[in-house]
T-cell receptor, first 111, second 116 residues
Framework: QKEVEQDPGPLSVPEGAIVSLNCTYS??????FMWYRQYSRKGPELLMY????GNKEDGRFTAQVDKSSKYISLFIRDSQPSDSATYLC???????????FGSGTKLNVKP | EPEVTQTPSHQVTQMGQEVILRCVPI?????FYWYRQILGQKVEFLVS????????KSEIFDDQFSVERPDGSNFTLKIRSTKLEDSAMYFC??????????????FGPGTRLLVL
């Protein structure tokens, strides 16, 4: 069973749409949940970081964690063409010593 | 804003050759990591390093791999005898480890390694 599952997409939406990206996980030891954005052939760039169930908002981005269902989401409001990238979820146990990544969802926001 | 830097950005080598990938973690960070991403695949953990020793390594990190912090700023990954399947993007990451500071890993831009 894979530790972290993420739909690879691609996901294509019109500019201004609300985007929902999701990951599921199997390991109950995961305590910290991150979303990274990765442009083609570049390094992952941290977007959001949370460690508890519930919502965390930062501008147009909202991260949601449901530990009981082992399900995390990233919502992007008013999506822009510049949001076009691959979005990676990542998670770790309490020690942050090893991140487990999803396979990434490729998002394309059309003007 | 402080960032992790990596050199070179691209490296082409012949199978069997040794390569050293270099990273400068964020200043004052205490924990260092290497990950790799084979084209089209997940980012995979290779090794974590703290207090001048490996704290955890994956099954990918076999005897061909080694890491070193030769001075106060650099963190290197050496592959002794490269194989074709080592071709990947290698990411360095660092984490603060200081209480009260946002705890997550910050990634460098990566080194694209191509083994011919």
């Amino acid at each position: 069973q894979k530790e972290v599952e993420q739909d690879p997409g691609p996901l294509s939406v019109p500019e201004g749409a609300i985007v929902s990206l999701n990951c599921t996980y199997s390991n109950s030891a995961f305590q910290y949940f991150m979303w990274y954005r990765q442009y083609s052939r570049k390094g992952p760039e941290l977007l959001m970081y949370t460690y508890s169930s519930g919502n965390k908002e930062d501008g147009r981005f909202t991260a949601q964690v449901d530990k009981s269902s082992k399900y995390i989401s990233l919502f992007i409001r008013d999506s822009q063409p510049s949001d076009s990238a691959t979005y990676l979820c990542a998670m770790s146990a309490w020690d942050f010593n090893k991140f487990y990544f999803g396979s990434g969802t490729k998002l394309n926001v059309k003007p | 804003e402080p960032e992790v830097t990596q050199t070179p950005s691209h490296q082409v080598t012949q199978m069997g050759q040794e390569v050293i990938l270099r990273c400068v973690p964020i200043s004052n960070h205490l924990y260092f990591y290497w990950y790799r991403q084979i084209l089209g695949q997940k980012v995979e953990f290779l090794v974590s390093f703290y207090n001048n020793e490996i704290s955890e390594k994956s099954e990918i990190f076999d005897d061909q791999f080694s890491v070193e912090r030769p001075d106060g700023s650099n963190f290197t990954l050496k592959i002794r005898s490269t194989k074709l399947e080592d071709s990947a993007m290698y990411f360095c990451a660092s984490r603060s480890g200081v209480a009260g500071v946002l705890e997550t890993q910050y990634f460098g831009p990566g080194t694209r390694l191509l083994v011919l």
